[in-house]
């Protein structure tokens, strides 16, 4: 997202006028590889590829506000891998998971994961912190505003 599409967005999220009715499109990793003519086991885990991706996302559709903008994301499949779940990742589509709750009274047994173990398949959460720290490198070299980075709002200037 550009300095001044940030800038509409935070004006139009308060609620003020804005001198056009502002685009937006979500842009994550269900659609982009497809388009992209990518794999998305290399949009995921290369993250030079990914960065590029996003890039041209921007450059492809320049009138467009890019929603949440620069996103490590990996299809959904983050949240359900720190409950546990086993995350499988194949070419062509985004990752699937497999249910790590069967009933509701297993809850209590869930094991809380330490998003600082080694990164392996059935637990993704490190995999998000490492790419953020990688996207957040290129993106400030790029000298584009991360507006929305890592699924958070930075607190910067909102």
Known sequence: MRAEQWEMFKKVAKSHRAERVPLALIMDS????????????????????????????LKDFPEVMVFPSWWVEYGMAIEPSALGCRIHFAPGQPPSQLPGLFRLDDVDQLQPVDPRQVVRLDKTVPLPADAFRVSVRLVDAEGQNRGFLGNVILKKGF
């Open 30 to 57: 269900p659609w982009m590889p497809g388009y992209l003519g990518i794999n998305h086991l290399d949009y995921y885990f290369d993250p030079e590829v990914w960065f590029k991706s996003n890039l041209r996302i």
